[in-house]
């Protein structure tokens, strides 16, 4: 599969990993002891919709559009406020074409003790990253690999944190990938917040990857998934999910009522569905 992030910003699969990615943080933030994040596939940080990238594709415009042109229910737009605020800010800054990735979604929530760890591998793209974080002296960009930095970088100082991973899938043997990194980045991290994103529609190796997961013997993963549409309907992304381990423990209702809510405004078509449950449930003390 090959996910280029400038064709597909601020489309569905990115509304509910930057949600969910908020909600961890919005927890995080609830203990006053400073915490760490480290973006392993960070991109660019900003991504212009009005792009010949982006408008090739016009994802937006089912994913952050349709959202941001929805009147929220009251316990929805809450859970929302700090998504929301990410993208308003973003946009009062860089203008209306404007949408943040992860790292300025996660730089905008951080305080005046935490820290932001970036890493990208392709040299144009860690360049341009470098320039849109240089201001923020809480942010470092790396050029390297994204696995082996998640290595060398574990455990953080501070003891607490997030890591996102969120790979292209470009390669035949990223699910394998991903599980290896996480299964030795646990090993040396075990009370840190991991959200793994990845994407659905037919073919992929979903289900291994899901049984590759469970045989890490990592407890408390919890797996959220959203399809747009059926996977056997046409060719393209059909939804996309995540794996969370040690999510916030107000998380899994959270993005319960999240989760039903998109469903209702970005399903598109026959076979529309989600699901938030536990891929593998907290160990019995």
């Given at each position: 599969m090959n996910y280029r992030h400038a064709f597909h910003a601020g489309n569905f699969a990115d509304v509910l990993k930057h949600i969910a990615l908020t909600r961890c943080l919005i927890h995080l933030k609830e203990k006053s002891a400073p915490f760490r994040v480290i973006d392993t596939h960070a991109g660019l940080g900003f991504y212009h919709l009005h792009s010949k990238e982006a408008e090739r594709t016009g994802e937006w415009l089912s994913g952050i559009g349709r959202l941001l042109a929805t009147e929220l229910p009251p316990e929805i737009a809450d859970l929302l406020s700090p998504y929301r605020e990410a993208v308003d800010r973003v946009r009062s800054f860089h203008g209306d074409d404007v949408y943040p990735g992860s790292p300025e979604i996660a730089r905008g929530l951080l305080r005046g003790e935490d820290r932001l760890i970036l890493v990208e591998k392709h040299p144009e793209d860690a360049r341009q990253a470098k320039e849109n974080f240089a201001f923020d002296g809480r942010v470092k960009l790396l050029e390297r690999d994204a696995y082996e930095a998640l290595n060398a970088f574990l455990p953080p100082k501070e003891r607490r944190g997030l890591v996102l991973i969120d790979p292209p899938y470009e390669e035949r043997d990223e699910f394998d990938r991903v599980v290896e990194a996480v299964?030795?980045?646990?090993?040396?991290?075990?009370?840190?917040?991991?959200?793994?994103?990845y994407p659905l529609k037919a073919g992929l190796p979903v289900d291994a990857f899901y049984k590759a997961m469970v045989d890490t013997e990592i407890p408390k993963i919890l797996r959220l998934e959203q399809w747009i549409r059926d996977e056997r309907a046409g060719d393209g992304l059909a939804g996309s999910g995540l794996l969370i381990i040690n999510p916030p423990w107000k998380l899994k209702d959270e993005m319960t009522g999240i989760l039903t809510f998109l469903d209702k405004i970005l399903g598109s078509g026959p076979g529309h569905k989600v699901r938030c449950d536990w891929l593998v449930p907290e160990k019995s003390k």
């Open positions: 299964r030795q980045a646990y090993r040396k991290f075990s009370t840190g917040i991991y959200v793994i994103w």
